[in-house]
């Protein structure tokens, strides 16, 4: 084997671990978005929840059950902001998640057109090598025809 052919298996086993990290980081940002969508979804029922506590009828029997759903619609405005706060770390988690996967794609392209360039040279060379053979064979064979005329 030779220094070329040795440099492109090594160039085909870094461009496969580039192809794997970014299939581990597409599958973290799949998981990520999955999450954040239950977290709007998870926003949205507790915006409603918080919209539909204390309209009834039996707020307006009681003042112990007005005082008492005036007290659950606090806890679920103060859940739906603790949830966006965790939405908002998450989003930048995400972002984040991104922005490696960008990287990693940049760089798995980069190697991958290495490892191109590399291909070809092998070929070449390997093709040049496959001339050079046939040309001695051919040199041979002329070379038998002019001894044994001569």
Same mark, same amino acid.
């Given at each position: 084997?030779?220094?070329?052919?040795?440099?492109?298996?090594?160039?085909?086993?870094?461009?496969?671990?580039?192809?794997?990290?970014?299939?581990?980081?597409?599958?973290?940002?799949?998981?990520?978005?999955?999450?954040?969508? %239950?977290?709007?979804?998870?926003?949205?029922?507790?915006?409603?929840? +918080?919209?539909?506590?204390?309209?009834?009828?039996?707020?307006?029997?009681?003042?112990?059950?007005?005082?008492? +759903?005036?007290?659950? %619609?606090?806890?679920?405005?103060?859940? +739906?902001?603790?949830?966006?706060?965790?939405?908002?770390?998450?989003?930048? #988690?995400?972002?984040?998640?991104?922005?490696?996967?960008?990287?990693?794609?940049?760089?798995?392209?980069?190697?991958? #057109?290495?490892?191109?360039?590399? #291909? #070809?040279?092998?070929?070449?060379?390997? +093709?040049?090598?496959?001339?050079?053979?046939?040309?001695?064979?051919?040199?041979?064979?002329?070379?038998?025809?002019?001894?044994?005329?001569?």
């Amino acid at each position: 084997m030779t220094r070329d052919e040795r440099q492109l298996k090594q160039l085909g086993t870094l461009v496969d671990l580039r192809e794997r990290e970014c299939a581990r980081l597409e599958a973290t940002l799949a998981d990520q978005r999955a999450v954040e969508q %239950r977290y709007q979804r998870n926003l949205d029922r507790l915006q409603q929840l +918080a919209r539909s506590a204390g309209t009834g009828a039996a707020t307006a029997v009681s003042p112990a059950l007005s005082l008492n +759903a005036g007290q659950y %619609r606090q806890t679920v405005l103060a859940l +739906a902001e603790r949830h966006r706060a965790d939405l908002a770390e998450h989003t930048a #988690q995400l972002a984040q998640t991104q922005q490696a996967l960008v990287g990693a794609t940049l760089r798995h392209r980069a190697l991958d #057109q290495v490892r191109d360039r590399q #291909q #070809q040279r092998v070929s070449q060379g390997q +093709a040049q090598k496959a001339q050079k053979q046939q040309d001695d064979l051919a040199m041979q064979v002329w070379w038998r025809g002019q001894t044994a005329a001569g």
